[in-house]
Every structure is written in structure tokens, then in C-alpha cells.
């Protein structure tokens, strides 16, 4: 079992930036494939970013060259810096665990394996 537990949301104005943390507990954090989704108010949920065991970095087009994820494996913990913040980025924010990590299903919310509570980004415009 792993337990996930997200920090660092916030309201911010657009332009802004900030970083969502993510900390894991229970088994091996390096053998996963972490990820970020995020779901706005009436959506679906949808992919942010991911990062493998090995470092590979994904990311959803909305996001691309705004937002960087990173790893810890020495702090069992994930990262998402995210800059030029739009109003539309509003959204809770979920980290995910995928303990059968693919490049090919990094992006599908139903592969990952546990999730945390989530954590809420407004961006004001």
C-alpha cells in the first residue's frame, strides 16, 4: 500500500507560479511512475505530467513548457513547478502512484494504483 499526501495549492494570480509537492509513504517510492492530474469544476479528470522510474518526463499539451515535474526517490517525494499560471489551470490537483509504469499508459488516470486527496489551484485573473 502507499499512501500519498499532496501540499503546496494555493490561490495565486495569473502569471503566477507555484509547487505542489507530493510525499509518499510505504513501499519503494523509486519503483513507481508518478503522476499529476488535475480535475476542474464539471470535467474530466485530466493528465498533467509524469515522471518514470528512470526520470522521463510527460506532459499534457495544455501544459507543456509551463510546468516541470520532478522526483526525490532520497525524499519519497514528487514535484510540480508550475509557472505562468492560467486562470483556466484551475483545478484540484492529484498525485497518482503507478506501480506498473508504462510510457504508453502514463497518461490514463484508470493504470495508476493509489491516489492522494488531492489539492486545490486557483488562479485569479
Known amino acids: 500500500q502507499v499512501q500519498l499526501v499532496e501540499s503546496g495549492g494555493g490561490l495565486v494570480e495569473a502569471g503566477g507560479s507555484l509547487r505542489l509537492s507530493c510525499v509518499a509513504s510505504?513501499?519503494?517510492?523509486?519503483?513507481?511512475?508518478m503522476g499529476w492530474f488535475r480535475q476542474g469544476p464539471g470535467k474530466e479528470r485530466e493528465f498533467v505530467a509524469a515522471?518514470?522510474?528512470?526520470?522521463?518526463?510527460y506532459y499534457g499539451d495544455s501544459v507543456k513548457g509551463r510546468f516541470s515535474i520532478s522526483r526525490d526517490n532520497a525524499k519519497n517525494t514528487v514535484y510540480l513547478q508550475m509557472n505562468s499560471l492560467k486562470p483556466e489551470d484551475t483545478a484540484v490537483y492529484y498525485c497518482?502512484?503507478?506501480?506498473?509504469?508504462?510510457?504508453?499508459?502514463?497518461?490514463?488516470?484508470?493504470?495508476?494504483?493509489?491516489w492522494g486527496q488531492g489539492t486545490q489551484v486557483t488562479v485569479s485573473s
Open positions: 510505504g513501499r519503494t517510492f523509486s519503483n513507481y511512475g
Open positions: 497518482a502512484a503507478d506501480q506498473n509504469y508504462a510510457p504508453t499508459t502514463i497518461s490514463k488516470p484508470s493504470f495508476y494504483d493509489y
Open positions: 515522471v518514470g522510474r528512470a526520470g522521463n518526463t
